[in-house]
C-alpha cells in the first residue's frame, strides 16, 4: 500500500451552538501514524469522520494527495476505517465480514476469498475464516475488523478508539500488532484516542486537540517534554503544580530560581509545572517535605510528598531506594536544574483538580 498526504486546512464544524472544530489545520505525511488526542468533546472524533465523509464541515477543506474530496461522497474516499464497537455483521462469517467490501464492488469470488485468507493470515488469526462474531473475543472481532478495513487496500486508514473497549492486557497486546502492521503496510493512519500512553507508544507524532484547536503536534518525546502549553502538559503524562513567582524571564520555586520556559504570564504568583522524575528527594531528618504516600511500581517508586505549605507533590524515585524513603520519612525537595513551564496559579487542564495534602501515611507495596 501506498501512504497517502492528508491536510486538514482551516476546518470548522459546529453542532448548534457547539463548535467541535475551530480552524484545524493538520498535515499528516505519506506512511506516518498520527494520534488525535484529547478530552471528550475536543473535536477529535469530529475530524476523523469528517474525513471519513461521515460529517460534513462547515468551513474549510480536506486535501488528500493534493485533492480536495470535501465533497466527495463517503464511499468514495478510499479511506478504511475502523470502530470502537467493531461493527461485524453478525449474520456472515469472519471471511465473509472481511471480504464485504470486495463483494460490494463486485470482485470475483476467488478473489475475495484469496484475499480475505491473505489478511487474516496477516493478523494472525488464520483459522478462523468460517466462524462467526459472537465466537471470537473481543481482541480478535478487533483484528477482524481491522482486515475488514483493509481488504480494499485504502489509502489512508482511521481508527476511532478501536480498543477502548478491549481489557488493558490485549489492549497492549493489539495496539503493538496494529503499529506492526501500519508500519509493514506503509499506509497512512490517522488514530483517535483519549489514552495518552496509548498514542505515546503507537504515534509517529501525536497532535493534543482542546475545544477544537490544535494546541501542540509533534513526535511523543517533544509533547511530553517541551509541552507547547500548560494544557499540554498537564493532558499528556503527569504533572506537579507547584507555587512560584516569577520576576523577569526567571522563577523562584522551592529556593530554586529557574529559567521560565514559553510565555510568562502576566501574574507574579504561579504555578510551576513540574514532572514527577524531574523532583529530587534526599532523606534529612531536619527537612520540610514528609514522605506520605509510597508506591512501588518496579522499576520506579512514586512518592507522594507533602511540602510545609500543604502542597503536594509526587516524585518518581528508583524502585530500589523506596525502603529508605518509606512514609514517614522527611525529605528535602528539589528540582532537577532545567528550564520550567509555567501557569497562572489558577489555569488547570480541563477535569483537572489541585492537589490537596494527604492526612495520614500510607506504606503500599514497599
Known sequence: MNGARVEFRGLRRTFGSTT???GLDLTVEPGELVALLGPSGCGKTTALR??????????????VDGSDITPVPANRRDAGMVFQ??????????KENVAFGM??????????????QELLDLIGLPSIGDRYPHQLSGGQQQRVALARALALEPRVLLLDEPLSALDAKVRV??????RRLQLSLGITTIFVTHDQEEALSMADRVAVLRAGRLEQVADPATL?????TPFVAEFVGTMNHIPGRVSGDRVTVLGQMLPVDGEVPGSTDVDVLVRPEAVLVTPEEDAGGLVMVSSFRGSIARLTVVLPDGTEVLSDVPGHDAVRLAPGTRVRVALVERPVLVS???ERAAGATPR???AVPEHNAV
Do not use: Q
Open 103 to 116: 463483494r460490494v464492488r463486485k470482485a470475483p469470488a476467488a478473489k475475495r476469498h484469496a484475499r480475505a
Open 356 to 358: 490537596a495534602a494527604v
Open 85 to 94: 464497537s467493531y461493527s461485524l455483521f453478525p449474520n456472515m462469517s469472519v
Open 20 to 22: 467541535a472544530l475551530d
Open 344 to 346: 497562572a496559579a489558577t
Open 50 to 63: 469528517c474525513l471519513a465523509g461521515f460529517e460534513h464541515p462547515d468551513e474549510g477543506e480536506i486535501l
Open 224 to 228: 511530553y517534554d517541551r509541552p507547547a
Open 173 to 178: 497486546t493489539l495496539r503493538e500488532e496494529i
